[in-house]
């Protein structure tokens, strides 16, 4: 939970950064887009971070959408989760944001060489936005690994970029295969020592 919380918010945060910045150098229609969305992300990390403010969101949602027999259940979930983000100030973060943003470097290294190896000029900032913009609307879609949505994005960021759809759905297609292939490539040694010890 520790390691996905801060992942998540590690995303949160980087694509911000980036919708923001970024926004100075768009066309105005692109600029408001960018604006509208930093500040729903914005909003959504303030919610997250507050209880009260969850739990006031969730009651009006499950309110508009007739489904307050549900509501409970969702109560507890919300009381379980801050429960356990208040067990997280025992926990020594430094280790595990570090291991956060050296795997989040690896992809952002992946995207831009993969970038560079179909002669496209790809800025290291512009890499990091990318990429957490497309993990993190990866896993907000729930698909397992974000397959799907996470390259999606990826390809629509690209041709956002002025990059033609057929080299950006090869940048696309490329950065995913190379990141699933070096995930699986440094979990196999551990996969075999588990098998090995049942």
Do not use: Q
Request: glycine residues 4%; proline residues 2%.
């Amino acid at each position: 939970m520790v390691e996905r919380f801060l992942d998540m918010t590690a995303l949160l945060i980087v694509a911000m950064l980036f919708l923001l910045f970024f926004s100075f150098f768009v066309s105005e229609l692109l600029k408001i887009a960018m604006i509208l969305t930093f500040l729903i992300m914005f909003l959504a990390l303030a919610i997250m971070l507050k209880k009260p403010w969850m739990k006031k969101l969730t009651s009006s949602v499950f309110h508009l959408l007739s489904m307050k027999k549900h509501l409970r259940k969702i109560d507890d979930m919300i009381d379980k989760f801050y429960a356990g983000l208040a067990k997280m100030r025992s926990v020594n973060f430094a280790p595990i944001l570090l291991m956060t943003l050296a795997s989040m470097l690896c992809e952002v290294f992946i995207l831009y060489f993969a970038a560079l190896s179909l002669g496209l000029s790809l800025d290291l900032a512009v890499a990091f936005g990318f990429l957490s913009l497309s993990l993190l609307g990866g896993t907000i879609s729930s698909l397992p690994g974000g397959l799907g949505s996470a390259e999606a994005i990826l390809f629509t960021l690209f041709v956002l970029l002025g990059v033609n759809a057929s080299m950006a759905l090869s940048a696309a297609l490329l950065t995913r295969f190379l990141s699933y292939f070096m995930a699986v490539l440094f979990s196999f040694p551990f996969f075999i020592r588990e098998v090995k010890h049942k």
